[in-house]
T-cell receptor, first 113, second 114 residues
Framework: DAKTTQPNSMESNEEEPVHLPCNHS???????IHWYRQLPSQGPEYVIH???SNVNNRMASLAIAEDRKSSTLILHRATLRDAAVYYC??????????????FGKGTKLTVNP | DTAVSQTPKYLVTQMGNDKSIKCEQN?????MYWYKQDSKKFLKIMFS???????INETVPNRFSPKSPDKAHLNLHINSLELGDSAVYFC?????????????FGNGTRLTVT
């Protein structure tokens, strides 16, 4: 399984931007970078994904390094509701060509009021 | 309507019992998964069904048996429950016909074996 490395925890203040880093030095050329987050007592929730170019959606932005060995999830204005564990995941194809997402430990984001 | 719903939300049972967890989706997606999140918060895939066909079966004890009666349901039956089975079990669904489509997770079933 392709591996990712994330800080165990990060802290931010409300209404400030948050940059969540992820290292994936063994990424292969066709691996997509996915981000999910898990709010307390809920299931994981899709945030964003990308391949090479930076991506934006209503939840966040994804900045991907030129060599693709790292990426950064950007929350432009953190709210208390963004407090969650954020997972950076590389797509992994299992047997039968089915997609298998392998979750690591993630980064626990604390947002201070 | 909740897109992916799991029942029950909480399940407390004794060792040796047999129990089932149910998952239902109203998204019409073709692939359903079971994930297990243990006390250390690691999420691990257990099974995956595509159009009622088993396509992923990780190293899971035979006591765990998924059943898909139709495309909208994927149930997880666990025989002879053990203390180590205590965890939160998540159902997820995906539209595999759409490349790189995201997984949609339910809110989990917290299983406690005493």
């Amino acid at each position: 399984d392709a591996k990712t490395t994330q800080p165990n925890s990060m802290e931010s203040n409300e209404e400030e931007p948050v940059h969540l880093p992820c290292n994936h030095s063994t990424i292969s050329g066709t691996d997509y970078i996915h981000w999910y987050r898990q709010l307390p007592s809920q299931g994981p929730e899709y945030v964003i994904h990308g391949l090479t170019s930076n991506v934006n959606n209503r939840m966040a932005s994804l900045a991907i390094a030129e060599d693709r060995k790292s990426s950064t999830l950007i929350l432009h204005r953190a709210t208390l509701r963004d407090a969650a564990v954020y997972y950076c995941i590389l797509r992994d194809w299992a047997q039968g060509g089915s997609e298998k997402l392998v979750f690591g430990k993630g980064t626990k984001l604390t947002v201070n009021p | 309507d909740t897109a992916v719903s799991q029942t029950p939300k909480y399940l407390v049972t004794q060792m040796g019992n047999d129990k089932s967890i149910k998952c239902e989706q109203n998204l019409g997606h073709d692939t359903m998964y079971w994930y297990k999140q243990d006390s250390k918060k690691f999420l691990k895939i257990m099974f995956s069904y595509n159009n009622k066909e088993l396509i992923i079966n990780e190293t899971v004890p035979n006591r765990f048996s998924p059943k898909s009666p139709d495309k909208a349901h994927l149930n997880l039956h666990i025989n002879s429950l053990e203390l180590g089975d205590s965890a939160v079990y998540f159902c997820a669904v995906q539209d595999r016909s759409s490349y790189n489509s995201p997984l949609h997770f339910g809110n989990g079933t917290r299983l406690t074996v005493t």
